[in-house]
């Protein structure tokens, strides 16, 4: 084993985890340049304010220096739950966690006794659409030019569904 190896895991093992905290007002700033360095057509600031006033479940993760990590905002309703936006900053996506993220709203999904999840993803997100997959999402359909494009075009959205039973459970996973 290297030096090198050593200490790169002896740092890691040093690591806190990432915290999971409610949204508010005070991460407004974090969030709107992490959501403009992700997309090319990010939410607004109102989009965010509306949702918290609404009182819509919303989560940030911080890094262990206080950085945002990533946030999302659902919408509650009769038995189920809807993402609204699920973003990583773009500095620290494939660390999982938008898995953390998504876990976290299926732990409120279950403590709010929703028996499903749904949301939208861009069709050209291939990555997405995979985890949600292998998370036990179903496609369930299509939202036909649901998301601004470029050049003043319209992409389609795949929606998708999580089912829950009357446990609380994972249909997909038992």
């Given at each position: 084993?290297?030096?090198?190896?050593?200490?790169?895991?002896?740092?890691?093992?040093?690591?806190?985890?990432?915290?999971?905290?409610?949204?508010?007002?005070?991460?407004?700033?974090?969030?709107?340049?992490?959501?403009?360095?992700?997309?090319?057509?990010?939410?607004?600031?109102?989009?965010?304010?509306?949702?918290?006033?609404?009182?819509?479940?919303?989560?940030?993760?911080?890094?262990?220096?206080g950085e945002l990590l990533g946030y999302f905002i659902a919408m509650g309703g009769v038995d189920e739950?809807?993402?609204?936006?699920?973003?990583?900053?773009?500095?620290?996506?494939?660390?999982?966690?938008?898995?953390?993220?998504?876990?976290?709203?299926?732990a409120l999904c279950h403590t709010q006794h929703a028996r499903e999840l749904w949301l939208e993803v861009?069709?050209?997100?291939?990555?997405?659409?995979?985890?949600?997959?292998?998370?036990?999402?179903?496609?369930?359909?299509?939202?036909?030019?649901?998301?601004?494009?470029?050049?003043?075009?319209?992409?389609?959205?795949?929606?998708?569904?999580?089912?829950?039973?009357?446990?609380?459970?994972?249909?997909?996973?038992?």
């Amino acid at each position: 084993m290297s030096a090198q190896w050593k200490e790169a895991a002896k740092e890691a093992a040093n690591e806190t985890a990432p915290t999971l905290l409610p949204m508010t007002t005070a991460y407004l700033e974090a969030v709107m340049a992490v959501e403009a360095a992700a997309y090319p057509f990010p939410w607004s600031r109102g989009n965010f304010i509306d949702s918290l006033a609404a009182g819509y479940p919303a989560r940030v993760l911080r890094g262990e220096r206080g950085e945002l990590l990533g946030y999302f905002i659902a919408m509650g309703g009769v038995d189920e739950m809807h993402l609204l936006n699920i973003t990583v900053a773009p500095a620290v996506q494939g660390r999982g966690h938008a898995r953390t993220l998504i876990d976290a709203l299926i732990a409120l999904c279950h403590t709010q006794h929703a028996r499903e999840l749904w949301l939208e993803v861009r069709a050209s997100n291939a990555k997405a659409r995979a985890m949600y997959l292998h998370l036990g999402f179903t496609q369930v359909g299509v939202r036909k030019g649901y998301y601004p494009a470029p050049f003043a075009r319209r992409e389609d959205a795949v929606v998708m569904s999580l089912k829950f039973d009357a446990a609380g459970a994972n249909d997909a996973l038992g």
